[in-house]
């Protein structure tokens, strides 16, 4: 059965070793930098698992400045739990689970709770062979980013309530 639920600094094994599955070495975030998130927004952590397993994950950090920005990745303290704007850093989902729903399932949650919590809305950075994934959900592609992020062209996209 999967749940969905945040994450705790516990985690933080299971969600290095997730995100490393997930992006290749120079785009994925360290231990170091996960943990560093866990300790300022874990609930900014959505996790799905299958029978205590973790499949899948988004996370992100909020603030009142409209774009995102390489900084952002690496300063948790630019966390503002009060900011506008639902900040996702990954979408990631184990290569075995993928193209089952599971993204989707937990890209709708934290969409539907950054909603809820009054916030003008969300932004991400895509490579451009999952713009149109994200504008099922909602998401409208700005262009390129200006992050150079893992040496890789992004795309930013926004989800505007």
């Not at 299971?14 to 290749?24: N, S, T």
């Not at 009060?82 to 993928?98: A, C, E, H, L, N």
């Amino acid at each position: 059965m999967m749940e969905l639920r945040k994450a705790s600094a516990q985690d933080l094994d299971a969600i290095a070793a997730v995100e490393a599955v997930c992006f290749p070495e120079a785009e994925a975030a360290s231990r170091e930098s996960l943990q560093k998130r866990l300790a300022v927004y874990p609930n900014h952590f959505w996790l799905l698992e299958e029978d205590g397993k973790l499949i899948s994950f988004v996370n992100g950090m909020v603030t009142s400045l409209p774009d995102l920005t390489d900084e952002m990745y690496e300063n948790a303290g630019m966390h503002d739990e009060s900011g506008d704007w639902q900040m996702i850093f990954g979408v990631d989902t184990i290569p075995s689970y993928r193209k089952m729903g599971c993204a989707g399932r937990v890209l709708r949650a934290v969409i539907e709770e950054s909603r809820e919590a009054g916030r003008k809305g969300l932004v991400l950075t895509c490579k451009e062979r999952l713009i149109s994934f994200y504008a099922g959900f909602g998401f409208v592609d700005e262009g390129v980013s200006e992050s150079d992020h893992g040496g890789v062209i992004w795309h930013q996209m926004r989800l505007t309530f």
